[in-house]
């Protein structure tokens, strides 16, 4: 896709991350994408405690994917779920975790970022194809539970 650099990693690839001296993630581990790596997301992830994407983090569009953190954290990189000219075809979700006990994450100088949050000091792309539908008006109020309209 346009945008990703010739030299790119898989996250599938054990030895991609451990040509900058890390660890492919395994379930509540905190990922850092360094500056200078460009990590592609092409299977899904264990369930993550946080990210820190400081160079580039892209979803692969090849199947729908899910990826489950409590803190995405892009300071200065980038994270592109799709762009603009080249949207997201598949689905992707981002969820995010954690609670009211979730480990708070203080930034120097500015406020405190808690459970499921997204930070973005740096560029985000999320781009899906246009389903030509922005909303709907509905004729009648629905309650909740209700499994009809």
Same mark, same amino acid.
């Given at each position: 896709p346009p945008g990703r650099p010739m030299n790119f990693h898989l996250w599938s690839n054990k030895s991609a991350w451990e040509s900058f001296d890390s660890k492919m993630p395994t379930e509540g581990s905190t990922v850092f994408i360094p500056f200078g790596v460009w990590? +592609?997301? $092409? *299977? $899904?992830?264990?369930p993550l405690k946080r990210i820190f994407v400081y160079g580039g983090l892209e979803v692969m569009?090849?199947?729908d994917h899910k990826l489950e953190v409590e803190i995405l954290f892009v300071q200065g #990189?980038?994270?592109e779920v799709g762009t603009p000219k080249v949207p997201f075809t598949n689905r992707f979700e981002l969820v995010l975790t954690g609670n009211h006990f979730t480990e708070d994450m203080p930034l120097p100088n500015g406020p405190n970022v808690g459970a499921?949050?997204?930070?973005?000091f740096g560029f985000l792309d999320?781009?899906? *194809? $246009?389903? #030509?539908?922005q909303f +709907?008006?509905?004729?009648?109020? +629905?309650?909740? #539970?209700d499994s009809s309209l």
């Open positions: 990590m +592609v997301m $092409d *299977i $899904d992830p264990p569009d090849n199947a #990189g980038k994270f499921k949050a997204l930070g973005v999320m781009h899906g *194809i $246009d389903t #030509g539908k +709907v008006k509905l004729a009648a109020d +629905v309650n909740a #539970g």
